[in-house]
T-cell receptor, first 113, second 112 residues
Framework: EPEVTQTPSHQVTQMGQEVILRCVPI?????FYWYRQILGQKVEFLVS????????KSEIFDDQFSVERPDGSNFTLKIRSTKLEDSAMYFC???????????FGSGTRLTVV | SQQGEEDPQALSIQEGENATMNCSYK?????LQWYRQNSGRGLVHLIL?????REKHSGRLRVTLDTSKKSSSLLITASRAADTASYFC????????????FGAGTQVVVTP
């Protein structure tokens, strides 16, 4: 069964450093998403991406965050200057079209120290 | 907000029993989805029910949707130890680009 692949599975970074989280969505999917889950809390929407542009973003997704699909297969989330409160599990997801279920990756656990 | 909210927060049952969990939400939806998350792992899509559907089955899973009450239920029949996980409902609204609003989840423990 096709999978969404995320790398790395765990990243530790110092506060103020930039991190890039990588995702390879399923190849025929058109909609891409990033979500995050702070330990013990709900899964929160960050951003949706369609047709090579951001289609929707949450209040969490401020100027420190950016997304890119540089080569038609990878989908990246960049956090420019990490804060302690950015520590969370970050999930990438994709789906073939609106109205369908998502396929989530297994997540990247980001720890900011 | 159209958040899904599950209840109960936690459920402990024995293998072979049925597990039922409920989800309520606040605004109109295109569809409602259920996901499973094993501890520290990714989210696995279980089932999607559209707003014009009332019931859906997938294997041992049965989902109902009552749009008049803005609620859904997930029934897992004949539970197994491998069903131990957190279960989340997530709503997909008509005005968004597919942003899912997740509830806090129901933690299910199935003991052998």
């Amino acid at each position: 069964e096709p999978e969404v692949t995320q790398t790395p599975s765990h990243q530790v970074t110092q506060m103020g450093q930039e991190v890039i989280l990588r995702c390879v969505p399923i190849s025929n999917h058109l909609y891409f998403y990033w979500y995050r889950q702070i330990l013990g809390q709900k899964v929160e929407f960050l951003v949706s991406f369609y047709n090579n542009e951001i289609s929707e973003k949450s209040e969490i997704f401020d100027d420190q965050f950016s997304v890119e699909r540089p080569d038609g297969s990878n989908f990246t989330l960049k956090i420019r200057s990490t804060k302690l409160e950015d520590s969370a599990m970050y999930f990438c997801a994709s789906r073939v079209d609106r109205g369908y279920g998502y396929t989530f990756g297994s997540g990247t656990r980001l720890t900011v120290v | 907000s159209q958040q899904g909210e599950e209840d109960p927060q936690a459920l402990s049952i024995q293998e072979g029993e049925n597990a039922t969990m409920n989800c309520s939400y606040k605004t109109s939806i295109n569809n409602l989805q259920w996901y499973r998350q094993n501890s520290g792992r990714g989210l696995v899509h279980l089932i999607l029910i559209r707003s014009n559907e009332r019931e859906k089955h997938s294997g041992r899973l049965r989902v109902t949707l009552d749009t008049s009450k803005k609620s859904s239920s997930l029934l897992i029949t004949a539970s197994r130890a491998a069903d131990t996980a957190s279960y989340f409902c997530a709503t997909d609204g008509p005005d968004s680009w597919g942003k899912l609003q997740f509830g806090a989840g129901t933690q299910v423990v199935v003991t052998p």
